[in-house]
């Protein structure tokens, strides 16, 4: 992403973004809904895999995720419940300032927390080695006859 902001120039008004802007609204439509409804495509923020566990990343710069952008990128966590993890961080990503984040783990949202950029950045590294954490649990704890779901995940 800063890579792409970092291309427009201001001398000469040319910008990558603008002139290299793939046409994703073009397939936006009614994709065959009863009655006929306009929807629209979301993205993903920010998105890392390591070993087969997932962190989606999305950044706003207030408490206001729409609800069919939440609904897809929940959706996608709920797929892979042990492996998929989605963090809002709420602050502004172009000048490195975030004030709370929350996580969506095991179908369930974590409370809000207050945060710095940095505290952010390492909550959002250290999201393997959690997931990870908490899968072994819940394997154990199945193997034993217990509910490991009954915990929720770390904050």
């Known amino acids: 992403m800063a890579a792409i902001r970092q291309k427009c120039c201001h001398e000469t008004g040319f910008c990558f973004m603008d002139e ?3 046409r994703l609204e073009d397939f936006d439509g009614h994709h065959g809904t009863i009655p006929a409804r306009k929807i629209q495509g979301t993205d993903i923020d920010y998105c890392t895999e390591v070993d ?3 962190l989606f990343r999305e950044f706003k710069a207030h408490y206001d995720m729409k609800w069919g952008q939440e609904k897809t990128l ?11 993890v989605l963090m809002v961080i709420i602050g502004d990503s172009a000048k490195g300032h975030a004030e709370a984040y929350r996580q969506y783990f095991l179908r369930k949202w974590t409370p809000w ?8 950045i ?6 393997m080695i959690e997931a990870k954490a908490r899968e ?3 394997v154990l704890a199945k193997r034993a006859g217990m509910n490991a ?3 929720p995940f770390a904050a």
């Open 20 to 22: 290299n802007h793939p």
């Open 52 to 54: 087969g566990y997932v």
């Open 74 to 84: 929940t959706t996608i966590c709920d797929n892979a419940p042990l492996k998929h």
């Open 113 to 120: 927390v207050s945060c710095t950029w940095h505290e952010a």
């Open 122 to 127: 390492a909550k959002s590294q250290a999201f």
């Open 136 to 138: 072994r649990e819940i």
């Open 149 to 151: 779901l009954a915990r």
